[in-house]
C-alpha cells in the first residue's frame, strides 16, 4: 500500500519509495508496477500526475483529481510557486549553503538556466580509503531547486564536484564502486521530504512533509555514515 500525506476533494499526495516507476517512460524501460496505476487501484479513483520523480528517488509526489485542478497546479510549478525540498548524500563536505546558478541543456539539446539552493546539514568522514585520501567524507544537505529542470539536482551537484552518492549517469563511478565493494550498496540516496505551495482551489497554504521510511537504502547509507535522521523519519 502506498502511503498517503495529503488528500481531500481536488489533490492527494502519497509518499513515493525508492525504485517505483511514477509512469510509463521511454527513458527508463519498463516495470512490473507504476505509481499512477498502483495510487488508481488502491483508492479506486482516476488521478492525474502533477510533477515527477525519478525512479530512484522518493518522497513526495502529488497528484490531482480533476483537470482542472491539474491545470492549476502546473501553472505554479511554471511560474516557480511551488517550493521543493529534498534531502541528499553528497561525496564531500559541500560549503554550509551556496546557490548553485548553471545552465543546463536538456534531451532536447536546449539551453535551459538551472538554480539550485542547498544548505549542509551534518558532514561525515569514515575510516574508507579513496585514492590517495586515507578516508572518506560526505555531506548531508538540504537542497531547493528553484527550477525544474531534468536531472537537475544530479547535475548541480556533480558540477560543484560533489555529486550525490550513487548515481551513475550524473556521479562518481570510482566512489560508487568503492561502496558497492565495501557494503553492497548501489542506491542513491535522494528523497524529497517536503513540498510547499499553495492550494489552487481552497488558496491555503500546504506543506506535505514526507518520512524517510519508504527509502531504507538512505537510511542504510545515513547509518554507516553516522547522520542522524530523526528529523526526517
Not at 498517503?4 to 525508492?18: E, F, G, R, T
Not at 524501460?29 to 488502491?42: I, R, S
Not at 550525490?164 to 564502486?177: A, D, S, T, V
Not at 481552497?202 to 537504502?217: H, K, M, R, W
Request: with cysteine.
Amino acid at each position: 500500500m502506498l502511503e498517503i500525506l495529503y488528500q481531500d476533494d481536488y489533490l492527494i499526495a502519497i509518499n513515493k519509495p525508492s525504485g517505483l516507476l511514477v509512469h510509463k517512460s521511454k527513458y527508463a524501460g519498463p516495470a512490473d508496477e507504476y505509481a499512477v496505476e498502483k495510487l488508481t487501484n488502491q483508492i479506486g479513483k482516476n488521478v492525474h500526475l502533477v510533477h515527477r520523480l525519478d525512479r530512484k528517488t522518493s518522497g513526495v509526489l502529488l497528484f490531482a483529481f480533476d483537470k482542472e485542478t491539474l491545470k492549476l497546479l502546473s501553472d505554479q510549478f511554471m511560474d516557480r510557486k511551488v517550493e521543493k525540498k529534498y534531502l541528499a548524500i553528497l561525496r564531500g563536505w559541500a560549503k554550509e549553503e551556496e546557490t548553485i546558478d548553471y545552465d543546463l541543456t536538456n534531451e532536447n539539446e536546449i539551453v535551459q538556466n538551472a538554480i539550485t539552493y542547498y544548505r549542509r546539514l551534518q558532514i561525515s568522514e569514515i575510516d574508507l580509503p579513496f585514492l590517495k585520501h586515507p578516508t572518506s567524507r560526505y555531506s548531508l544537505v538540504e537542497a531547493i531547486p528553484e527550477t525544474g529542470r531534468f536531472h537537475q539536482l544530479r547535475k548541480h551537484f556533480k558540477h560543484i564536484l560533489h555529486p550525490i552518492l550513487g548515481c551513475r549517469k550524473h556521479g562518481c563511478n570510482k566512489q560508487n564502486k568503492l561502496w558497492l565493494n565495501a557494503f553492497n550498496i548501489t542506491a542513491m540516496p535522494l528523497h524529497s521530504h517536503q513540498l510547499n505551495f499553495k492550494h489552487p482551489i481552497t488558496e491555503q497554504n500546504i506543506s506535505i512533509n514526507a518520512s524517510l521510511n519508504v527509502n531504507p537504502d538512505f537510511l542504510q547509507i545515513g547509518k554507516i555514515l553516522g547522520f542522524d535522521f530523526e528529523e526526517y523519519i
